[in-house]
């Protein structure tokens, strides 16, 4: 039986307190984690915003946008690698309607 794959999309918030090349490596590291484990369909850099609310007494983060396709499982490995690295203020995949 073939693997079913399915369509996701994610935003990372990463902190603006790292340095350019530091938030340029957070931003590499999910690329390349994504693509390990699937199939990157488009990765939108939308670079530094205000937030909404402070997260962690900061106001600003830098947004970086994926759309990919992988199998069920993995969505979750993501979250998990987003929460215990540092620099990630935010994230959220979310599974797209077919």
Same mark, same amino acid.
Request: charged share 30%; hydrophobic share 40%; proline share 3%.
């Given at each position: #039986?073939?693997? $079913?794959?399915?369509?996701?999309? +994610?935003? #990372?918030?990463? %902190? @603006?307190?790292? &340095?350019?090349?530091?938030?340029?490596?957070? &931003?590499?590291?999910?690329?390349?984690?994504? &693509?390990? %484990? *699937? @199939?990157?369909?488009?990765?939108?850099?939308? *670079?530094?915003? $205000? /937030?909404? !609310?402070?997260?962690?007494?900061? +106001? =600003? *983060?830098? !947004?970086?946008?994926? =759309?990919?396709?992988?199998?069920?499982?993995?969505?979750?490995?993501?979250? $998990?690698?987003? %929460?215990? @690295?540092? *620099?990630? /203020?935010? &994230?959220?995949?979310?599974?797209?309607?077919?």
């Amino acid at each position: #039986m073939a693997e $079913r794959i399915e369509k996701y999309e +994610t935003v #990372m918030i990463i %902190n @603006t307190k790292l &340095s350019d090349e530091e938030i340029a490596a957070v &931003s590499q590291k999910f690329q390349t984690l994504i &693509s390990d %484990n *699937g @199939t990157i369909e488009t990765v939108e850099e939308w *670079g530094k915003r $205000r /937030l909404a !609310y402070p997260i962690e007494d900061e +106001t =600003e *983060g830098y !947004y970086v946008f994926i =759309e990919f396709a992988s199998a069920p499982e993995f969505p979750a490995e993501l979250a $998990r690698v987003y %929460n215990i @690295t540092d *620099g990630i /203020l935010r &994230s959220l995949v979310v599974a797209k309607v077919q």
